[in-house]
């Protein structure tokens, strides 16, 4: 069996008079966010049980910060590709832009995991899921939140529906 695991970025700081929305980092929050999720990552029976993974991830500086300290080294990522295409400032990533990129990578050997934003991952996981998570429908996705969707081994991803098999979501102050 082999896995999507679906993150939306950890909490970021509002853009700074004269920054881009692209060069968000992270708040305190974030980075304590981040924390618990390479806590999760780095542990065989927890978050780090889905991997090895191919990452994707948005080249958005709060996305790669992320990716950085939450699974960089931990032992999830077998191998990791930045993308300018899956961030949502300069146009709008629909759930299939994300779908036909993450297909792009799929080397059908390993788990996925994307670090990307809303509304795209909540669209992702929304029309892959067997059943939409209670916390999506309540609400919304939430920052630093993980879900993981089981896929067929033998299979690249694509346009079906997944069991959801777990969700991790750090929940600090």
């Not at 390993?110 to 029309?127: D, F, G, M």
Request: proline content about 5%; hydrophobic content about 40%.
């Amino acid at each position: 069996m082999r896995y999507l695991i679906v993150v939306r970025h950890a909490k970021a700081t509002r853009a700074e008079p004269g920054e881009s929305d692209f060069d968000r980092r992270l708040s305190g929050r974030g980075r304590r966010q981040c924390e618990v999720l390479r806590a999760w990552a780095s542990d065989a029976s927890s978050l780090g049980a889905y991997g090895p993974a191919t990452a994707l991830v948005s080249s958005a500086r709060r996305t790669r910060e992320t990716y950085a300290r939450a699974f960089e080294d931990s032992g999830l990522v077998a191998s990791v590709t930045f993308s300018d295409l899956i961030y949502n400032g300069h146009r709008s990533v629909s759930a299939e832009d994300l779908l036909i990129d993450l297909a792009a990578v799929d080397p059908v050997t390993t788990s996925l995991l994307v670090v990307a934003h809303n509304p795209t991952v909540h669209e992702l996981v929304a029309s892959l899921a067997h059943q939409v998570p209670d916390v999506l429908v309540e609400r919304g996705y939430p920052l630093g939140g993980a879900f993981v969707l089981a896929l067929r081994d033998d299979q690249p991803i694509g346009l079906s529906r997944y069991p959801l098999v777990a969700q991790f979501v750090p929940e600090v102050d």
